[in-house]
């Protein structure tokens, strides 16, 4: 065997070692995430009420100090979401149910965050919108996963999903959402020095949109999203 059809058949194995995998976890994630992020934008919450469980993304574009940094990166693009999210259906823990549900479990939830934003002193709900994406149940946690982890949006950690449990908790340390946005209802407001944390934590995640994820698998699957923003 000459030494010019050695390098071919190595050529030929390094090619077939990529053999492209529709089905690859990272492929359906890529897929969902473009499948959100070709989604028009509404505002907060849809003038509609409609039924589905799924993802959504938040979108932020007002004059708040803190993110005026990722208002001029995204430039009016909704590009880049402050938070992403899920909904899931009733029941979802007692397993797969393949009947879509009936009940508005997206809507919903984009209904509540609309609360949550209405009640601080320093936001203003005309300065969302949000994109959602009905999806069946057992594509809704990948699909929040992938958006998060290429992403990396400023709000998802800093407690803006979480629910009051228990009826009206004012004791204990503030989120730092409600520290940095404090009035919303049932909650502790923080201090300046938590409010601080909740601005770095913000700041801390609008550097890291300017460098790609340290994974060379997730720096993948956002550069192949990207294309589609």
Partial sequence: MSKQ?????????????????PLSTTNVGVTLAVGLL?????????????????????YYSGSHPSYQRLVSLDNQRSKFPVYIGKAVRE?????????????????????????????????????????FLPLEDRHIVLA????IT??????????????????RRMEG????????????GGRPAGDDERAMEGDNKVQASIDMLAEPPADPVVAAMLKKIMRFV
């Fill in 5 to 21: 059809q050695s390098l071919i058949d190595i050529d030929a194995q390094a090619i077939s070692s990529e053999m492209f995998d």
């Fill in 38 to 58: 070709e989604q028009p934008l509404y505002s907060l919450p849809p003038e509609e009420r409609f039924s589905g469980a799924g993802v959504y993304a938040l």
């Fill in 91 to 131: 029941n979802a823990k007692q397993g797969f149910n393949p009947t879509p549900t009936k009940q508005a479990r997206l809507y919903s939830r984009l209904k509540d965050h609309a609360g949550s934003i209405t009640q601080v002193n320093n936001l203003s709900l005309d300065d969302f919108h949000c994109r």
């Fill in 144 to 147: 929040e996963s992938v958006l």
């Fill in 150 to 167: 290429t992403f990396r949006p400023a709000w998802n950690g800093m407690g803006f999903g979480s629910k009051v449990v228990g009826g």
């Fill in 173 to 184: 340390r503030a989120s730092l959402w409600d520290a940095l946005h404090p009035g919303r």
